[in-house]
């Protein structure tokens, strides 16, 4: 009972407290075992205080770069404050206890500014389970750089390296959390990659002459971040542990491909971006996902793209917006690049960007490697320029799939829509629509193959243009074309009317994703042209849908007969004029349909799409 009391005036005392505070905990973290939360405050702190209240209060960041923390320590900088330098805090937390970075009290987010005279502001060293957020970062100078600058980097090298190179073991180091940042006006020298400049980065490195150590990062998230004028990269991972027959270069056995796993890169917002946008390099299985990059290459001399992964497998970009790509020194929104595997574009949106929407790149001097198994669907690109897709001169890509995207170019513009330069490429386009209000042209590639795309507009091909035998040149009825703004919820217009030509048209694409641009289930038996997959919908269809599941697996009994009988009696009523008894039914046949004890007779995909199709059906008759 006296252990609880002091608990409980301890938690009644602090509790004030954290309200104002701002510091991502992790679900097990345990401040009153074996951890203290530090304050610094820039104006009436003090480094001979103890650091542990507001009221004693550290002061410099040579205090906190200074001091070893333990697992579950917060280190809490006072809102409003401004500190300058270098931020290096030591030590590591676990699994259960992570070191936290955050503000305390009301006001603008804490202020650290590098001013050009360090290479990183914020900088972790082979250090793990790190979370960091709600600072305002800077590394800004009039001195013109010579070097590298960051914003934020997490480094690391030969970590748990022994007495003698050991390639067989790999060191992992675990759990960095970057969210909530404001990093902005990082005006380092024109590099990218490991040694180069970026406002966020993780990386490893292989230094010279050392004993070697495989590293590398597992579980890593960046969200939540706002990056602004920053030189070169906005948002990077690397690893120099990287070479691989994939990449074809580089020698495999002394520094083999070892990826950084877990990554996580979501809700940020990167503007005005020197190079490069968001670059998940050496890395599998990445996630970069609600991300916005408005605005990139805008300094580099280089070349530059919006969102991309070099000699890294099994990237998933979805729902991203990417925008005002500068230059045609790439400047395209995506592309699939070297040495990369099983890449794959969703749900993004790209406008106005001077070098297209898509580039295919593979490196044609590598002895081996390429760009193998790339996808490409339900994207829609509003007046991206130059040309729709970029073709290096490496034909060593092999099995990209660019399918239901729409593409589309307002009056006035020279957008090439398709184009026959770069290497002997092999890209299947399938169920695309290309829209064209513009001058641009087309042109076939005798490596690609072209199948049930619909061209409408300005220079419409014919199939001697472009071999596509089951090619549509009818206007796909779209809402409103052309209508999409800033953001990526406001692309309705690029939905299809109920009479569109592109509706059920397209041809059956195997594993193509469970849903369309908007979240709709796309059909198992009928396929769109276009990014839309809404389908019309009627009891046929609905029967159809219950046999083929039968037929898959998807669906067995009891509930297939339950679900046949539910909507034949449904159809029965509605086809005798009993429109309320007929809606009744199809209510039953949902009620049948998501019964908790039905679920080990139906697949989660299947349900989905007869419950969205049926209550379709329900609307309809209800409105009749």
Known sequence: MKRFLIKCLIICFVAPLFLIEQAQPAAANNLFVDSTTYYIDSVNGDDDNNGESPQSAW?????VNGTKFLPGDKILFKADGKWSGQLHPKGSGTEDQPITIGMYGKGEKPLIQGEGIVESTVYL???????????????????????PRRGVHVAAENFEAGEANDLSKVSTLHHIYIHDLYVHDVNGEDKKDAAGSAGIQVSVTIPAGSVQRRTTFDDILIENN????????????????????QLGYGNNESKPWTPLTNVVIRGNKLTDIGGDGIVPHMTDEALVEKNVVDGFNKTSAGYNVGMWTWNGDNTLYQYNEVSGGYSTRDGNAFDFDHGSRGIIYQYNYSHDNDGGTLLVCADGSAKTGGVYDGVFRYNISQNDKYQTFTICGGSNVHNVQIYNNVFYVAQGMKTNMLVSQGGATEVTLRNNIFYNLGSGRYTKKPSWTYDHNLFFGNNVPTISVIPDQNMMTSDPLFVNPGSGDNGISTLDGYKLQADSPAIGSGTLINNSGSQDFWGIPLSPISQNRGAYGGQAVSVTVIRDLLDYYLETGDMENPLYNQLRNKLGQADQFKNNGQEEQAVKHLKDFIAHLNNNAMDKFVSEQSKRLLNHDTQILINDWSEE
């Open 125 to 147: 060293y082979n250090q793990q389970y790190w979370e960091i957020g709600y600072l305002e970062i800077t590394n800004y100078s009039s001195v013109p750089a010579k070097t």
């Open 59 to 63: 002061k410099s960041l040579d205090k």
């Open 226 to 245: 706002v990056v602004e004028r920053v030189s070169r990269s906005g948002i990077i991972t690397w690893n120099d542990w990287k070479y691989r027959e």
